[in-house]
């Protein structure tokens, strides 16, 4: 049985790392979605090739990373970001020197989409009344207002760091994801937020967006990046592409943003809508209850068996090795009294490594996304509890019964296999265990970087606010963790012998 779950998972792995032949990127909000999704399904139906939409790849520098490693082939970004926080430009270039600078990274930049997404700052409209705010440098005067800005604006060049500088502004913001931002400035808990100039909740919100009175903010208009030989290889599907240029003016986009966010309409469907030619007048609506989808109908949506085969596989590929590796780490640990410093102190720190960082140094160190640097992150957040639980069992094994087995002259090896592990397999098992949930949460940051699995339905619902999406994730993340802590249950009764069982009171 365990052969078989071994090579349905290498299998899985083995098709997961097979590149697609077109991989599509965007980032995490609603417009790359969006934009990735019409790039996906233009690429598509030129019939060239297979095409695959890697979605919410976290932030520029994961999605840029992605490019350069060929992980993805092409995603829509913007020319102030290109300009500023990708080649570290002083001041707005042309699409042709873009062109230019990006060349010697294997890397274009073409077909212009026809709008401009800008940075700016807004506050609600009753505080801009109050306070008689109307620019940006009118902020100055206000040090006690409180900020709340998306953490991609708080470390971009050209973002807050620039523009606090630009302003002489005082005040010390707090990081705040984008899809809840707007909430938060209705509710009064922020006053000052950053905003896209298409963000679908500015009307809805009825926010007053600052004016840039220095004209601190660049031309963000959206654009393709793509990797330089792309054309090559896929002619037909670069001809299909040019075919969006200047295709999608302002109001289209916040429309477009607005069906995602606010009608709860799928980023497929309303990129579908968009290449069909249909327009929906009604979109965006601020009435109540416009988001017609149940939570049943999310979470047994049609990507539920694919999206729960590969939080299974995240699973079970990185907690195999990580017990093959964990225990006779903690054997060692045991043995040695001069090597189990060093091995508690590493896994120990490797558990403390923030999930995202983690991920963003092996996509760096791996030259790609995907399944294999998530699955290496979460081997290593697997390792501390098997390690632990392997030494603290095999500590805690009376010293008779190991004077015994060594008076009756067994080897090493044998006395390991047969008397000690056996022994201390109540607390590796737990080990095992503890290491199998933790990964059933953790596996769900995999999304960032394109692994799939129930984070993508998080990080979905994340970008658009979306509480049904959130849950119709996290719920089946939920009941995967009982599954899982009472299949191990089961297998201990198995594995654990029955006397070990019984003296605990848990066996018959």
């Given amino acids: 049985m365990s052969k078989r779950i071994f090579l349905w998972v290498l299998c899985t792995l083995c098709a997961w790392c097979h590149a697609e032949s077109i991989n599509v990127g965007s980032k995490r909000f609603t417009e790359s979605y969006i934009l990735g999704e019409i790039l996906t399904q233009t690429a598509r139906n030129a019939g060239e090739a297979t095409v695959t939409h890697q979605q919410g790849l976290g932030n520029t520098a994961i999605v840029f990373s992605a490019l350069k490693s060929g992980a993805v082939d092409l995603y829509p970004d913007y020319t102030g970001t290109i300009a500023f926080e990708l080649l570290r430009l002083t001041k707005a270039p042309t699409l042709d020197e873009l062109q230019r600078l990006l060349a010697p ?3 274009g930049a073409a077909i212009p989409l026809g709008f401009s ?11 801009g009344q109050a306070l008689d705010l109307a620019r940006i440098s009118q902020l100055a005067r206000h040090p006690e207002l409180k900020f709340g800005l998306s953490q991609e604006f708080m470390n971009r060049r050209d973002g807050w760091p620039a ?31 950053d905003v896209y100039s298409t963000d679908a909740k500015i009307v809805r919100y009825g926010v007053r967006v600052l004016d840039d009175d220095q004209r601190f903010f660049p031309p963000y208009d959206a654009v393709v990046l793509y990797r330089l030989d792309f054309p090559a290889r896929f002619p037909k599907t670069w001809a299909a592409l040019r075919s969006l240029e200047n295709r999608i003016d302002t109001a289209t986009m916040a429309r477009m943003n607005a069906q995602a966010e606010l009608d709860g309409r799928p980023f497929r469907q309303v990129a579908t809508d968009f290449l069909a030619g249909v327009t929906d007048s009604g979109a965006g609506r601020s009435a109540e209850g416009v988001r017609e989808r149940s939570f049943v109908s999310a979470l047994f949506g049609p990507d539920l068996g694919r999206v729960t085969l590969q939080h ?40 403390t490594v923030p999930a995202l960082a983690l991920l963003a140094f092996l996509i760096t160190l791996m030259g790609r996304i995907g399944p294999v640097p998530a699955v290496v992150a979460l081997f290593l957040y697997a390792l501390l509890p098997i390690v632990r639980n392997t030494t603290t069992g095999l500590a805690d094994i009376p010293a008779p019964l190991g004077e015994s087995a060594l008076a009756l ?39 960032f970087i394109g692994a799939g699995g129930f984070g993508e339905r998080i990080v979905a619902g994340l970008a658009v606010n979306d509480t049904t999406m959130l849950l119709a994730g996290a719920v089946p993340a939920a009941v995967l963790a009982f599954a899982v802590q009472w299949g ?13 069982r019984m003296a605990d009171g848990r066996g018959q």
Avoid at 170 to 191: F, K, M, N, T, W
């Fill in 409 to 447: 002259g067994l080897p090493a090896r044998t006395r390991l296999r047969t008397i000690e592990l056996p022994l201390a397999s109540r607390s590796i098992l737990a080990g095992i265990k503890t290491s199998a949930v933790i990964g059933v949460g953790t596996a769900t940051i995999a999304a």
């Fill in 312 to 351: 299974l596989a995240l699973v079970l590929a990185s907690l195999f090795p990580a017990v093959a590796v964990g225990i006779p780490l903690g054997v060692w640990a045991h043995r040695s009294r001069r090597a189990a410093p060093f091995i508690m102190a590493v896994v120990a720190l490797l558990q």
């Fill in 488 to 500: 191990f249950d089961a297998l201990e009764r198995w594995l654990v012998p029955a006397g070990l």
């Fill in 117 to 127: 997404n800008t940075y700016a700052l807004a506050v609600s409209e009753a505080r």
């Fill in 163 to 193: 523009l606090k500088a630009a302003y002489g502004l005082s005040h010390e913001p707090r990081g705040l994801d984008h899809g809840v931002a707007y909430e938060a400035l209705a509710a009064g808990q922020i006053e000052v937020m």
């Fill in 105 to 107: 990274h294997g890397i």
